[in-house]
């Protein structure tokens, strides 16, 4: 079946850092691909999305490509921010009507100041 | 634009009582409507989805179950919880039509199981 495995938590960081988490999936076909973010207490919030291989997914200064050929989808953000303090969940969805989404078990990150 | 609700937001309930969590969605018609858990620290599990009024499917074996009465209704319930039924609930619903399309969530209800 379909899987999603990200990088390990949590993650801390000054503010102004380099942020990269990092997503691999397995999946039949070509699924499409998503970044949810989860701020404390709250339910999930899309953050990108990409498609199709070679897609760049981007929001909020945060960014992701599909990558067909190694499998993954990592997300990066050249300059964190404190509101960016969350947990982010990486996710595929199968392109077929039912769509039913697979998603990692998320990586917190805390960015101090 | 859509907009999707649940509730109650928090709930503590003795082991063996019921339990009943409603979602509605407005804004949209025909939608896939979907049940997560999240334990403590980890992933999401999909527990249901339904592609239309009274069409359930169940992902996970357990003492759950869901009903959608209306198209944009979507009711968790069970009829005795145990401790391990713990966790944030999330309902989320998607357009029907578009196989790629993300996941829209709801503010979620955490639930204790004394």
């Known amino acids: 079946g379909d899987s999603v495995t990200q990088m390990e938590g949590p993650v801390t960081l000054s503010e102004e850092a380099f942020l990269t988490i990092n997503c691999t999936y397995t999946?039949?076909?070509?699924?499409?691909l998503f970044w949810y973010v989860q701020y404390p207490g709250e339910g999930l919030q899309l953050l990108l999305k990409?498609?199709?291989?070679?897609d760049k997914g981007s929001n909020k200064g945060f960014e992701a490509t599909y990558r067909k050929e190694t499998t993954s989808f990592h997300l990066e953000k050249g300059s964190v921010q404190v509101s960016d303090s969350a947990v982010y969940f990486c996710?595929?969805?199968?392109?077929?009507?039912?769509?039913?989404?697979?998603f990692g078990d998320g990586t917190t990150l805390t960015v101090k100041p | 634009s859509q907009t999707i609700h649940q509730w109650p937001a928090t709930l503590v309930q003795p082991v063996g009582s019921p339990l009943s969590l409603e979602c509605t969605v407005e804004g949209t018609s025909n939608p896939n409507l979907y049940w997560y858990r999240q334990a403590a620290g980890r992933g999401l599990q999909l527990l249901f989805y339904?592609?239309?009024?009274?069409?359930i499917s169940s992902e996970v074996p357990q003492n759950l179950s869901a009903s959608r009465p209306q198209d944009r209704q979507f009711i968790l319930s069970s009829k005795k919880l145990l401790l391990s039924d713990s966790g944030f609930y999330l309902c989320?619903?998607?357009?029907?039509?578009?196989?790629?399309?993300?996941?829209?969530f709801g503010e979620g209800s955490r639930l204790t199981v004394l």
């Open positions: 339904s592609v239309g009024i009274g069409q």
């Open positions: 999946a039949t076909g070509y699924p499409s």
């Open positions: 996710a595929l969805r199968p392109n077929t009507n039912a769509g039913k989404s697979t």
């Open positions: 990409a498609t199709k291989a070679d």
């Open positions: 989320a619903w998607s357009v029907w039509d578009r196989a790629t399309g993300e996941l829209f």
